[in-house]
């Protein structure tokens, strides 16, 4: 009985030598300290930054669609009847030329597809001549000629930008959408006569001041472009589309006190009434610096 003792002892230290190492799992790897490892480089992978935040500054233009006016057409009589002012309707493609903007924009992208941003837009033009208008009276009329203020506005907005394609496509097409406000500054007009007729002079000055006062207005804008990606975090990238501005503030204090032409007016506040936003075609080239 005590050789099956000893016996069984054996069987049993036997069988937990084999268990215990299957059930502790593979050896862990060592590192080889070895002559030959010394000769190796070690190579360690750093995470490239995300560069999520960015910052861009561009320019270009705006083209008028024709779809809204400066101002429109109005037919204004003047006191006790004696004469009718005939003004013609003018889209902003007639009063200003020579468009020119100018844009910065902050933004932070997440993830490979949507950038949220703000942006700072500056718009100008240079004021340019219409014509077009008349003033009737007994015995014939008399021309219009007016010489327009240069237009000058500067706002912000905020929206959202969807990329089709990721950060690593060659080139990736996006829409964006923005809403915001614009300060636009006062718009004068100084109106000369086109002819001579009775007491006026061909070029004489007749009426000179504010048109349109110091407005601030709502704005918002659907655009499509490209980006072109030149590094991990630089890029080149142009879009147009379309941006709409409400109606400008009305501004009556000159025109109702003017003896336009010689004669008095009382109505002459209605030449504003109802007019000056604009719907236009805003192209923009940038270049976006990632961070």
């Known amino acids: 009985m005590h050789r099956d003792l000893k016996f069984a002892l054996i069987i049993a230290l036997v069988g937990s030598g084999l268990v215990l190492p299957a059930l502790a799992g ?10 030959d ?20 500054i561009g320019g270009g233009t705006d083209i008028d ?3 809204t006016h400066f101002n429109e057409r109005k037919v204004v009589t003047g006191a006790f009847g004696l004469a009718e002012l005939d003004a013609a309707s003018h889209d902003f493609s007639d009063v200003f030329d020579l ?29 340019s001549t219409t014509v077009g208008s008349r003033v009737r009276s007994i015995g014939g009329h008399l021309g219009l000629q007016s010489d327009w203020g240069d237009y000058n506005s500067y706002g912000g907005e905020v929206g959202i930008r969807y990329f089709f394609l990721s950060r690593r496509a060659c080139i990736r097409p996006y829409i964006s959408f923005s809403g915001g406000i614009t300060r636009v500054q006062s718009i004068s007009v100084t109106t000369r006569a086109g002819n001579t007729f009775g007491p006026f002079n061909d070029g004489e000055v007749l009426f000179d001041g504010r048109f349109y006062g110091n407005s601030i207005v709502g704005t918002g804008s659907i655009l499509a472009g490209v980006e072109v990606p030149l590094g991990r975090c630089f890029a080149i990238g ?12 009305q501004d009556d204090d000159d025109l109702d006190h003017a003896a336009f032409a010689g004669f008095r007016f009382p109505n002459l506040g209605k030449l504003n009434d109802n007019a000056g936003d604009r719907l236009f075609c805003p192209v923009t080239l940038y270049a976006k610096m990632r961070f």
Request: proline share 5%; with cysteine.
């Open 26 to 35: 593979p050896e862990p790897i060592r590192p080889d300290y070895s002559k």
């Open 37 to 56: 490892s010394k000769d190796k480089n070690i190579v360690e992978q750093v995470a490239e930054p995300a560069c999520n935040w960015y910052v861009s």
């Open 65 to 67: 669609y024709g779809t």
């Open 99 to 127: 468009n020119y903007r100018g844009q910065l924009e902050f933004g932070y992208a997440l993830g490979q597809h949507v950038e949220f941003f703000g942006r700072f837009t500056y718009d100008g033009a240079s004021g």
């Open 238 to 249: 142009a879009d147009a589309g379309l941006r709409y501005e409400s109606k400008l503030a």
